[in-house]
Nanobody, 121 residues
């Protein structure tokens, strides 16, 4: 069984930094695309950044230049480094991964439980 667990959220002042982690566990054959999403109160969930298995990255306009997504394939972990945080970055941040479980050839979509990020002004 595959699980995604996010960590690293918290309360930070505007201009500060946080590093979120998304660790995948279970019987994993391959982790394909991984993305960070966020959902603020009363708003739809939106993509923040994505990274492919070969390290290609994509950022939403809101985080470009401030956020960096990276992955450590040996640890089955993806990170989101967030710098110069703003109050409008306040949201629950979710990790999403397309994962091929061991013994299978098809992949499935997994979500973590989310981690709260609060940026005070």
């Amino acid at each position: 069984q595959v699980q995604l667990v996010e960590s690293g959220g918290g309360l930070v002042q505007a201009g500060g930094s946080l590093r979120l982690s998304c660790a995948a566990s279970g019987t994993i054959r391959r982790i394909n695309v991984v993305g960070w999403y966020r959902q603020a109160p009363g708003k739809q969930r939106e993509v923040v950044a994505t990274i492919t298995s070969d390290g290609s990255t994509h950022y939403a306009v809101s985080g470009k230049g401030r956020f960096t997504i990276s992955r450590d394939n040996a640890k089955n972990t993806v990170y989101l480094q967030m710098n110069s945080l703003r109050p409008e970055d306040t949201a629950v941040y979710y990790c999403n991964a397309d994962i091929t479980p061991w013994g299978l050839t098809i992949s499935y979509d997994f979500w973590g439980q989310g981690t709260q990020v609060t940026v005070s002004s």
